[in-house]
């Protein structure tokens, strides 16, 4: 919405001129107002007026639309007055807007006088915190007889949008699967955890995987190894690569297996409580936010995993009751291990 009030001797501006100050925009509340500023120095003149307001990428000015016209509301001597000629023309390659009235008589303008402008804005839902600029161009005020110029003038949109979370919940099984539509900062806690890994190519009935550090990119598959418990992704507001060699696909909603195609495959357990693995899946539906393999035919029954360090994912029972030397990541020596990474005889191993 765009709103026009007058205003006598506002700010210390010269006269001839347009401006706009610092718009403060949480995105929590929605949408924000811009406020904007026109000052002539033309004693008992009628105007018309245009003007260019060049938006960020992302932003875009709420107007009011009756009948297929763009309006504005126009305040004149302190009494509301609605200027059916005024027109708010948008220019998506621009992402512009072109104020224009042919209506001069609704435009006196007194000495040291002008008016106060508020348009209402609204961010796109894809839009990050940041600083974005808004340039005011193209700016007269003309009566047939008189035309006033004045110069550009740019400022800025300071917005801030909390960041989107996600939290993920790991079993007593050390692992789970994950997929989401936004990047995201991986935590960690005393032991380092949680590790991320993606498929970066199969070898037999062997998934070949490589970490992910630092960030995850949004669309983007991955296997989380950690200790039980829940891990809170944070939304990441950088630049952050895509991984193209991930063989791991995944879903932001419960979708149905049959929209997929392929042979699908997720994590879990083989029969009777096996090893933990990629299973050829039986059911009619992914839960959202899963991460899952897809083959184009079902040859192989389920795909275990090759860490890239030489880590191997056991089943705990497989190591108590034996002589073996089992550290924690920090080093401590560890008589009854339960879930998570250690150091066994050497090699790091994963217990489920």
Same mark, same amino acid.
């Given at each position: 919405?765009?709103?026009?009030?007058?205003?006598?001797?506002?700010?210390?501006?010269?006269?001839?001129?347009?401006?706009?100050?610092?718009?403060?925009?949480?995105?929590?509340?929605?949408?924000?107002?811009?406020?904007?500023?026109?000052?002539?120095?033309?004693?008992? %003149?009628?105007?018309?007026?245009?003007?260019?307001?060049?938006?960020?990428?992302?932003?875009?000015?709420?107007?009011?639309?009756?009948?297929?016209?763009?309006?504005?509301?126009?305040?004149?001597?302190?009494?509301?007055?609605?200027?059916?000629?005024?027109?708010?023309?948008?220019?998506?390659?621009?992402?512009?807007?072109?104020? =224009?009235?042919? *209506?001069?008589?609704?435009?006196? =303008? *007194?000495?040291?006088?002008?008016?106060?402008?508020?348009?209402? =804005?609204?961010?796109?839902?894809?839009?990050?915190?940041?600083?974005?600029?808004?340039?005011?161009?193209?700016? $007269?005020?003309?009566?047939?007889?008189?035309?006033?110029?004045?110069?550009?003038?740019?400022?800025? =949109?300071?917005?801030?949008?909390?960041?989107?979370?996600?939290?993920?919940?790991?079993?007593?099984?050390?692992?789970?699967?994950?997929?989401?539509?936004?990047?995201?900062?991986?935590?960690?806690?005393? *032991?380092?955890?949680?590790?991320?890994?993606?498929?970066?190519?199969?070898?037999?009935?062997?998934?070949?995987?490589?970490?992910?550090?630092?960030?995850?990119?949004?669309?983007?598959?991955?296997?989380?190894?950690?200790?039980?418990?829940?891990?809170?992704?944070?939304?990441?507001?950088?630049?952050?690569?895509?991984?193209?060699?991930?063989?791991?696909?995944?879903?932001?909603?419960?979708?149905?297996?049959?929209?997929?195609?392929?042979?699908?495959?997720?994590?879990? %357990?083989?029969?009777?409580?096996?090893?933990?693995?990629?299973?050829?899946?039986?059911?009619? $539906?992914?839960?959202?936010?899963?991460?899952?393999?897809?083959? *184009?035919?079902?040859?192989?029954?389920?795909?275990?995993?090759?860490?890239?360090?030489?880590?191997?994912?056991?089943? %705990?029972?497989?190591?108590?009751?034996?002589?073996?030397?089992?550290?924690?990541?920090?080093?401590?020596?560890?008589?009854?291990?339960?879930?998570?990474?250690?150091?066994?005889?050497?090699?790091?191993?994963?217990?489920?």
């Amino acid at each position: 919405m765009l709103s026009f009030l007058p205003f006598v001797g506002m700010h210390a501006q010269s006269q001839n001129s347009m401006w706009g100050e610092d718009v403060e925009f949480d995105a929590s509340d929605g949408t924000a107002d811009m406020e904007l500023y026109l000052s002539v120095d033309e004693a008992g %003149r009628y105007f018309a007026t245009h003007f260019t307001i060049v938006m960020p990428k992302g932003f875009t000015i709420v107007s009011e639309v009756e009948d297929g016209e763009t309006f504005f509301d126009c305040y004149v001597n302190n009494s509301r007055q609605r200027d059916t000629s005024a027109s708010l023309k948008y220019f998506e390659s621009t992402n512009s807007y072109n104020v =224009i009235t042919q *209506n001069a008589s609704a435009y006196k =303008i *007194n000495q040291k006088s002008g008016y106060y402008i508020i348009a209402t =804005i609204q961010a796109d839902e894809d839009v990050v915190s940041g600083t974005y600029p808004v340039t005011l161009k193209n700016i $007269t005020m003309a009566d047939g007889v008189v035309e006033v110029s004045m110069p550009d003038f740019t400022f800025n =949109i300071i917005y801030t949008k909390a960041a989107k979370t996600y939290d993920l919940t790991v079993t007593d099984a050390g692992m789970a699967t994950m997929y989401l539509d936004f990047p995201v900062t991986i935590p960690s806690d005393a *032991n380092n955890l949680p590790a991320v890994y993606y498929v970066a190519g199969i070898e037999g009935n062997t998934l070949t995987m490589y970490e992910v550090e630092n960030t995850i990119p949004a669309n983007t598959g991955v296997i989380v190894v950690g200790n039980q418990g829940t891990y809170t992704f944070t939304e990441s507001t950088g630049t952050v690569a895509a991984i193209t060699d991930n063989l791991l696909k995944g879903v932001t909603a419960s979708t149905s297996v049959s929209s997929l195609g392929g042979t699908i495959y997720t994590l879990g %357990r083989g029969k009777n409580g096996g090893l933990l693995g990629f299973h050829k899946y039986t059911g009619s $539906t992914l839960g959202a936010n899963k991460a899952y393999l897809t083959r *184009n035919n079902g040859n192989v029954n389920a795909f275990d995993f090759q860490f890239p360090d030489g880590t191997t994912f056991i089943n %705990r029972l497989s190591v108590t009751g034996q002589k073996n030397e089992i550290y924690d990541l920090q080093g401590r020596k560890v008589e009854n291990p339960t879930t998570g990474v250690y150091i066994i005889n050497g090699v790091k191993t994963i217990l489920k």
